[in-house]
């Protein structure tokens, strides 16, 4: 049979998975081989099989060492019932990440699972069942003319097979921004008796790549694929490869979501995972947008004022700053959130907080969020360190943008001295040290910056992320995270602004 699949779609304990090669996931001289144990019977099934296969890593290098390995035989290429299983124990990888062993210690056992119309086996390799099961066919040793015929049928009908499969069965790009692409790998595979000659592969709109060529038996190859969205909304539709199959072309559905360019003064954090070594562990992020700056004490004031006269908002006595382009401090988590629905309102984008149904505008209360608004936010605190690590274009670095603190952050030095000039007592101009790898500043020190999240769900505390001109260099990792109550105004306690990426 010829499998088509997602890259890296099977996915086997530590990254072991069957792999190309003219022996690789399948049987030696591509059928299963008697030996001697049961012998010149006409039509009679063996009794042990020879099994020789590769292992490499999910890099496509050669594995080593030894792995406890293990067969499994099944009624279907996929589900069906188990018939029958068997441990075969440690198995030393050879040169090339080659194995071999035997199977069907168990005699009559193995007679009997495969005397049956069809039989698929699944390699097991440190107790993870891989995700691609190999057609058997036993051939006795003695066979008339008339049998023989039968059976170059039956491997010239298997010759000709040519399905999809895939884990999960979609390959999904998510969320990437207009005219900006991403490209991922599919494998076609070759599971087959015979040579495949792929003629062509078609894509459907905002996907493309490009290969035509022949897989030999037990073969792969790997086909980038290229999603460059040119337009806002959903993309879908399927990858079809053109073979020389009876069957002639195999399918694989693709989506995606082409999300608008970042507005001026935001960059788009595209939607990814944070590391499991966070303290939030490895949890899903979607795409969104975050400020390049922390919010400054000219722009603050201008909306302040707007939504004090326009509005009604209670956020007159809020912020301090040194200058216009100075981060905006001194800024409880209530007086933020309500000037995100003030600049909301004021650029007629709809607001993302609400109590009681109505806009929050007055009092210290923890609003409701609409998810589905276009307007203006505070991140929460798993998008804040998303960004803050540079997201999918991270370089893992201790701090946004550089394991030299002084490249990246304003903080307050053990030194007393910090770059060569006097030690800061205030806070800094925003933007004036280097940008990570999103092009987003100042996300360590300066100021620090409010997250929407609390702490425990009880709302008597927000998280803070990024250190400040004030603390120490350990303040300002990307991975630290502190709280402080919503009602503190702190002057070295800022905040900066998320978009949802929603039409």
């Not at 935001?266 to 995972?273: C, R, Y």
């Not at 806070?427 to 500043?441: D, I, R």
Request: some cysteine; charged content about 15%.
């Amino acid at each position: 049979m010829n499998i088509f699949k997602p890259m890296n779609s099977i996915k086997p304990v530590s990254g072991m998975k069957p792999r190309g090669g003219r022996w690789a996931g399948s049987l030696l001289a591509a059928w299963l081989l008697a030996l001697a144990l049961v012998t010149g019977v006409q039509g009679q099934v063996p009794a042990q099989i020879n099994y020789q296969g590769r292992l490499t890593d999910a890099a496509g290098n050669p594995a080593a060492g030894a792995k406890a390995m293990g067969v499994r035989l099944y009624d279907a290429a996929t589900g069906g019932n188990r018939v029958y299983e068997e441990t075969i124990g440690t198995v030393t990888l050879g040169p090339n990440g080659v194995y071999s062993f035997q199977f069907g210690a168990a005699g009559a056992g193995i007679a009997a699972a495969l005397n049956g119309p069809e039989r698929h086996l699944a390699l097991v390799v440190d107790g993870v069942e891989q995700g691609v099961r190999t057609r058997l066919l036993a051939v006795p040793f003695a066979m008339k003319s008339a049998d023989a015929q039968a059976l170059a049928s039956e491997v010239a009908a298997m010759k000709a097979e040519f399905r999809v499969i895939g884990v999960p069965a979609a390959l999904d790009f998510g969320s990437r921004t207009v005219e900006v692409g991403v490209k991922k790998m599919l494998t076609i595979r070759n599971l087959g008796f015979g040579k495949l000659t792929v003629s062509g592969i078609t894509y459907p709109e905002g996907f493309s790549g490009a290969w035509s060529g022949t897989i030999y038996a037990g073969g792969l190859q790997e086909v980038e694929v290229a999603f460059a969205p040119t337009r806002q909304g959903a993309y879908g539709g399927e990858v079809t490869v053109s073979s020389d199959a009876a069957t002639g072309s195999a399918k694989l559905a693709v989506s995606g979501r082409g999300v608008p360019v970042a507005p001026p003064n935001f960059v788009t954090v595209d939607e990814g995972t944070l590391p499991s070594s966070s303290v939030l562990g490895a949890v899903p992020v979607s795409t969104f947008y975050i400020g390049k700056y922390e919010v400054q004490y000219g722009e603050f004031q201008e909306v302040r004022y707007w939504g004090v006269a326009n509005k009604g908002y209670d956020i007159a006595g809020g912020g301090g700053g040194f200058g216009s382009n100075y981060p905006v401090t001194s800024v409880s988590w209530y007086q933020a959130v309500k000037w995100c629905n003030a600049r909301s309102e004021k650029e007629g984008k709809t607001p993302v907080y609400t109590v009681g149904g109505m806009v929050y505008r007055t009092g210290d209360q923890v609003p409701v969020v609409n998810a589905s608004a276009n307007g203006y936010r505070l991140p929460s605190d798993k998008e804040w360190e998303w960004a803050a690590r540079g997201g999918t274009q991270t370089h893992g670095y201790t701090y946004s943008g550089s394991n030299d603190v002084n490249e990246v952050a304003w903080y307050k030095s053990d030194s007393g001295s910090q770059t060569g000039v006097s030690a800061i007592t205030t806070t800094q101009v925003v933007g004036t040290k280097a940008a990570n790898e999103l092009g987003t500043y100042d996300m360590s020190g300066n100021v620090f910056e409010w997250c929407f999240d609390d702490i425990d769900g009880s709302g008597a505390a927000r998280v803070i992320r990024g250190g400040s001109w004030f603390n120490y260099a350990g303040y300002c990792a990307v991975g630290n995270r502190y709280i402080e109550v919503p009602t503190s105004c702190p002057s070295n306690l800022g905040f900066r602004l998320a978009l949802s990426a929603v039409p």
